[in-house]
C-alpha cells in the first residue's frame, strides 16, 4: 500500500476495523444505544489524491442508535466493515459488486 498522509498499513486498518467492531459490540453487551460518525463513502463525499482517498468534508456523518431507522444502518456498517477485513484478509479488492451478491 502506498504510504501517504492518510495512508494506513494492511495490519492498522485490519485492527482498526476489530477496534470498531469491538466497541460497538461492548456498547450493545452494555445496554447502551451506539453512536457512530463515519465518513462517507460515495464519489460526493472522498477525492482521490496522490496520499489516497480523503474526506471532502471535515465533519463526520453520525448514526444514532436510538432512532428505529439507523437499525438498518449500523447493520449495514457492520456488514461492510466485515467484508472489507475479510478482503484485506484474502488479499483482495473491495468494488460495488461484492455488496451487491
Not at 460515495?42 to 463526520?60: H, I, R
Not at 444514532?64 to 488479499?91: M, N, P, W
Request: with cysteine; charged share 25%; net charge negative.
Amino acid at each position: 500500500m502506498k504510504k501517504g498522509s492518510n495512508s494506513a498499513t494492511t495490519p492498522e486498518v485490519m485492527s482498526l476495523i476489530d477496534d470498531v467492531l469491538g466497541t460497538l459490540a461492548d456498547t450493545i453487551n452494555n445496554g447502551e444505544f451506539p453512536e457512530i460518525g463515519y465518513y462517507g463513502s460515495s464519489k460526493k463525499n472522498v477525492e482521490w489524491s496522490e496520499n489516497g482517498y480523503e474526506p471532502v468534508n471535515a465533519v463526520p456523518s453520525f448514526v444514532d442508535g436510538r432512532k428505529v431507522e439507523s437499525a438498518k444502518t449500523i447493520a449495514g456498517l457492520v456488514y461492510g466493515l466485515a467484508c472489507f477485513k475479510e478482503h484485506l484478509e484474502q488479499k483482495m479488492s473491495m468494488s460495488l459488486r461484492d455488496s451487491l451478491g
